[in-house]
């Protein structure tokens, strides 16, 4: 079918109580891993390109790809700009018939971000493209803060509420405990669920969850059996997910765990056939193991069958 509003996805997500699963694509390996993985399960699902995925393959190229797909299939797949940092871009994506936008103003002083996303809201909306806005940072790994650092770093749920009724967003991304990346924990994961809680009572909108990748130990042996180094890297647990799914996130953001599954693939194949260089052998079982990534999503944010 064509591509679907991300705002109707995830107002059902919403009302439905679960989330959507937003990937991140950089190729096209990536656009089929995905679809196919939520065809497979009949999950809605939500494709995303950052702005160096559009520097990377250019922004008709990714649209075209993932346009061309889902109309082949019968899921609601929904075509989103991830962290929209430069107005130009933001625009493009909108002419270019993206479905929503992020604007990702989340490091500017606050007064700023508002400004920046009113306005971003304000063409959007005209266009019929729905827009999500983040507040409060993701900090890196918990290596390189303190406690009290990272915590100055959350959402405030009070400035949410202003900040949602003085933007007009149609989902917000409040900072609560992830970090983008292989390595946002040193111990056990855990996300500020009270904060959450609060911010979903005081919004009453569809919440998103940034760096959630589950970076979990099959995905970590695979990448390190193969060559990555990955030691110490750890993720969002599934239970962890599951809770801030329960408590109000309705779509849950992936790239790192699509990436080591990629490379894991590609070094696979490479090291155990010294004989093989034609790329379908190569990218085909990369694509594989990030089908197999997807649908484990899919099944712990339960939008199976949605
Ligand atoms: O949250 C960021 C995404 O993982 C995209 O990363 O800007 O390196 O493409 P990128
Ligand atoms: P991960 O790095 O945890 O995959 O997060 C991706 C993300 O938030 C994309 O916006
Ligand atoms: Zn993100």
Redesign the pocket.
Known sequence: MALVSTKEILEKADKGGYAVGAF?I?NMETVIAIIDGAVELNSPVIVEV????IRYMGIKMAVGMVKSLAEEVPIPVALHL??GKRWDTVIDAIENGFTSVMIDASDKPYNDNVEITKKVVDVAHKAGVSVEAELGRLPGSEDELSVEEREAFLVDPEQAESFVAQTGIDFLAPAIGTS??AFKFKGESKLDFERLKLVKEKTQIPLVL??ASSVNENLIETAIKYGIELQGARGLSDDILRRAVREGINKV?T??DLRIAFTAGIRKILLEDSRVFDPRKILGPARDFMKEVVKERIEVLGSVNK
């Open positions: 991140n950089n950052s702005e160096g995925a991830d962290h983008h990346g940034h760096g953001n790239d790192t």
